[in-house]
């Protein structure tokens, strides 16, 4: 079975901080792919990332930044110089596509950024 | 604009009452899905279908039925069997291409729903 852990539930940081969210996920497939969903206020999930399993190279996108380990099962991450439009909940999902890309997500944390 | 609809914004279901959620996409996508969404709680999938007359089961599909008439079209109903349907209903697609699948699911704006 597949399952992704998100320990942090709610996380509160000033403007300009730097912010990690982690995630831990469980499969025993070889072939998987990551996903981080943002969800504003509005309600709607925002794409930001996919990374599939054989590519653990990290990844920035503006202040963006992911972190891939597979030796410890995790993808992390990091909003460097955090805004108040950052403001979200943030999921972390996994899918194995050999069964028909369904995503498990974790419970999702809560980013609040104070101005 | 390409993009996925979901309709109404808001509902309300009274006791006993089966409510449908439309959801519309024209982006092509092949695949649909529609997931709940509890307060605190990750999304959980309900149903989602591949192409179109054909359609599965998820994790918690019991009290709702879909059909997936049209390429564009994955309709939603909450029946009377469903006895706490108080949730954010989320409709996704994806397009279907090769295997293994690795296509990103995008989401529409969702409905919240509200029993009376």
């Known amino acids: ?115 | 604009d390409g993009g996925i609809t979901q309709s109404p914004k808001y509902l309300f279901r009274k006791e006993g009452q089966n409510v449908t959620l439309s959801c519309e996409q024209n982006l092509n996508h092949d695949a649909m899905y529609w997931y709940r969404q509890d307060p605190g709680q990750g999304l959980r999938l309900i149903y989602y279908s591949q192409i179109v007359n054909d359609f599965q089961k998820g994790d918690i599909a019991e009290g709702y039925s879909v059909s997936r008439e049209k390429k564009e079209s994955f309709p939603l109903t909450v029946t009377s069997a469903q006895k706490n349907p108080t949730a954010f209903y989320l409709c996704a697609s994806s397009a279907t291409q090769g295997a293994p699948l690795q296509e990103t699911q995008y989401f529409g704006p969702g409905t919240r729903l509200l029993v009376l």
């Open chain 1, 1 to 115: 079975a597949q399952k992704v852990t998100q320990a942090q539930t709610e996380i509160s940081v000033v403007e300009k901080e730097d912010v990690t969210l982690d995630c831990v996920y469980e499969t025993r497939d070889t072939t998987y792919y990551l996903f981080w969903y943002k969800q504003p206020p509005s309600g709607e999930l925002v794409f930001l990332i996919r990374r599939n399993s054989f590519d653990e190279q990290n990844e920035i996108s503006g202040r963006y930044s992911w972190n891939f380990q597979k030796s410890t099962s995790s993808f992390n991450f990091t909003i460097t110089a955090s805004q108040v439009v950052d403001s979200a909940v943030y999921f972390c999902a996994l899918s194995n596509p050999w069964a028909n890309s369904k995503l498990t997500f974790g419970k999702g944390i809560t980013l609040s950024v104070r101005p």
